[in-house]
């Protein structure tokens, strides 16, 4: 069973920086793929950013464009810890923050493909 839990959401102004975490209780697997999924109100969810990895190497990462270059996903093995450091911060970035997973590698990922779900952190940026 993987659980999931998030941290690290908050209120910040525009053009500023939040890490968010996510703490994964992962059993053994030989491929597993993570990332970050958003939900503005109103809206559906939108693919933010994955990684796919087997033991320490890591195969693919892959963001939403409008992200490129202002958020980096990242992991720490030795804690099974997932994050998303996001910096300059936009408005439009505001929504409830997911962390997903899936067994497996995958190249490109929408949120449908991702099996396993926190519930979520807020992050909200003001103008």
């Known amino acids: 069973q993987v659980q999931l839990v998030e941290s690290g959401g908050g209120l910040v102004q525009a053009g500023a920086s939040l890490r968010l975490s996510c703490a994964a209780s992962i059993p053994s697997l030989t ?3 993570m990332g970050w999924v958003r939900q503005a ?11 796919s990895w087997s033991g320490e190497t890591t195969s693919y990462t892959h963001y939403e464009n409008s992200v490129k270059g202002r958020f980096i996903i990242s992991r ?8 998303l450091q996001m910096n300059s911060l936009k408005p439009e970035d505001t929504a409830l ?13 929408t949120p449908s493909d991702f099996a396993y779900w926190g519930r979520g952190t807020q992050v909200t940026v003001s103008s």
Request: glycine letters at 6%.
């Open 76 to 83: 720490d093995n030795t804690n099974n810890t997932l994050y």
């Open 31 to 33: 491929s597993i793929t």
């Open 97 to 109: 923050y997911y962390c997903a997973a899936r067994v497996g590698m995958i190249r490109f990922t």
């Open 41 to 51: 109100p109103g809206k559906e969810r939108e693919f933010v950013a994955h990684m």
